[in-house]
Structure formats: C-alpha cells, structure tokens
C-alpha cells in the first residue's frame, strides 16, 4: 500500500482452492486484514484491541495478538485444539478477571504461568495441567499468556500478577 506517500509496501500470497483466490500469507500483516488471514512473514503482529465484549478466536486468526481493554472480565475462547500450529497471545490492559478458555469440553490446557503473587510478595509458579479455562486474579496492565496448540494440546506459557484460577470446562 503506498497511498497518501506512506510507502509501506505490503506483498500479499494467495492461492487458488476450489476456483476461488484466498489469501495465504502477506510480508507485513496488518491488525485488520481485508480477508480473514492474520498470519505473515514480518516482524508485526497483528493485533485485535478488545475494548468490549468476548472473542472467539478461528483458526484463521493465528498469529494474533489480543488486547483485553474493556472495565469488565471479558472471556476469549479458544480454537479447537486441532488446530496444528495455532498460536496467539493474551495480553492484559484493565485490571478485570478475564477469562482464556479452551473450545467447548476440551480440558487440555497445559504449561506454566509464573506469577508475581501480588497479595503475597513473593514469586511462584503455577502448573498447568489438563485445564479448560484460566481466570485471572487481580491482574494487571501487562499480563500476558501465549498459547500454542500442538494438534492434541494447548500449550501455555505466561507471566501474570497474581496466581489465576485453573479450572475444567
């Protein structure tokens, strides 16, 4: 795109599938795509601000980054753990308890959050293990969680203010 003298430029990949051109990849993604792709080749990650409301996320969305911004919880449900490859981070910009689930009756979040332990001082860690939905307790701008899906599991690597609530679906 090079209009208004801008000059980003912006190389976009498509392949026919079914007689029909569907966009693959790009060089540079952008935070809203004109197609459903959100993944590319550049540094920049495309980024959805959550500023209201709950968010289903596709399997066409990987890549993405997701801002939780609203004054209350909001809940971000994940792909079915099919979805080989899958990768996208939470991260926290209002001090709510959020929710990061996984899709409907799939228990099989797994990994480590470390946790500053804001009531208590102190650093720990939290293990993961076959969950289906994080909560977040007293959170604060700047938590993160990074989920990544193998095709049988969710992995989950994250830093957060305060220990979270693990519980199945």
Avoid at 85 to 112: P, Y
């Amino acid at each position: 795109d090079t209009t208004n003298g801008t000059e980003q430029g912006n190389i976009i990949f498509t392949s026919t599938i079914s007689g029909s051109a569907t966009e693959v990849a790009r060089t540079n993604p952008e935070s809203e795509t004109n197609d459903i792709f959100m993944g590319g080749f550049g540094n920049i990650r495309p980024v959805r601000n959550l500023s209201s409301g709950n968010m289903t996320l596709t399997a066409a969305m990987s890549g993405v980054d997701v801002v939780l911004s609203a004054g209350s919880a909001q809940t971000v449900t994940l792909p079915a753990k099919t979805t080989k490859g899958f990768v996208c981070r939470v991260i926290i910009a209002s001090s709510q308890a959020h929710i990061i689930q996984s899709a409907a009756t799939e228990n099989v979040i797994n990994g480590s959050i470390i946790d500053f332990n804001n009531t208590t001082g102190g650093t720990g860690l939290t293990s993961v293990a076959n969950q289906g939905r994080i909560t977040l307790a007293n959170a604060a701008a700047g938590d993160i969680l990074e989920f990544i899906s193998t095709g049988a599991l969710w992995l989950v690597d994250g830093k957060l203010n305060d220990t979270p609530t693990l519980a199945t679906t």
